[in-house]
């Protein structure tokens, strides 16, 4: 059994009662990889969730996504894929040799969100939702920024750029 200092106790306990506290539950979108309506969904889902008011709090987006247990997670035929090939080379993986079709996605270095919108970037018929969302994370950024500017958020990430 590991040993975990009384620091690693605590801070496990103030990150789960933030958690409660700030009731990010329902800010996990969770969706089934391989359905096209699911992937519809979960984008719309993603956009109701950035628009609630614990969606970010200090510098940390709360929203993140996770496959629906049961769903298949394989990489598949992502592996042939250009995009994800860069994808995958710019978290340090060479596609060729460290990434297999039926290693599981979320197993990778990418995040929740950069895997979900990998997946549904596969899909034309989903342009348009994605170009909806793209617009919503612009927006809520520009908004988080003018916070900045305006001295309501301090952000010692964000304080070091130029406005």
């Given at each position: 059994?590991?040993?975990?200092?009384?620091?690693?106790?605590?801070?496990?306990?103030?990150?789960?009662?933030?958690?409660?506290?700030?009731?990010?539950q329902?800010?996990?979108v969770?969706?089934?990889?391989?359905?096209?309506?699911?992937?519809?969904?979960?984008?719309r889902?993603?956009?109701?969730?950035l628009?609630?008011?614990?969606?970010?709090d200090?510098?940390?987006?709360h929203?993140?996504?996770?496959?629906?247990?049961?769903?298949?997670?394989?990489?598949?035929?992502?592996?042939?894929?250009?995009?994800?090939?860069?994808?995958?080379?710019?978290?340090?993986?060479?596609?060729?040799?460290?990434?297999?079709?039926?290693?599981l996605?979320?197993?990778?270095?990418?995040?929740?969100?950069?895997?979900?919108?990998?997946?549904?970037?596969?899909?034309?018929?989903?342009?348009?939702?994605?170009?909806?969302?793209?617009?919503?994370?612009?927006?809520?950024?520009?908004?988080l920024?003018?916070?900045?500017?305006?001295?309501?958020?301090?952000?010692?990430?964000?304080?070091?750029?130029?406005?």
């Amino acid at each position: 059994m590991p040993h975990y200092s009384h620091t690693h106790y605590v801070n496990s306990c103030s990150a789960s009662i933030m958690s409660v506290a700030l009731d990010t539950q329902s800010l996990v979108v969770e969706y089934d990889p391989q359905s096209l309506e699911s992937l519809r969904q979960a984008l719309r889902h993603y956009r109701e969730a950035l628009l609630k008011e614990n969606a970010f709090d200090n510098d940390h987006c709360h929203v993140r996504f996770q496959v629906n247990n049961g769903c298949d997670d394989q990489i598949g035929s992502l592996v042939e894929n250009k995009i994800a090939q860069e994808v995958f080379a710019y978290v340090g993986y060479s596609y060729k040799s460290d990434i297999q079709p039926t290693q599981l996605l979320n197993s990778t270095y990418l995040t929740s969100e950069g895997a979900f919108f990998l997946r549904a970037c596969q899909h034309q018929a989903l342009e348009s939702e994605l170009e909806e969302t793209a617009k919503l994370i612009c927006h809520s950024r520009d908004n988080l920024m003018t916070l900045v500017r305006c001295g309501y958020l301090k952000n010692k990430y964000l304080d070091c750029y130029h406005f």
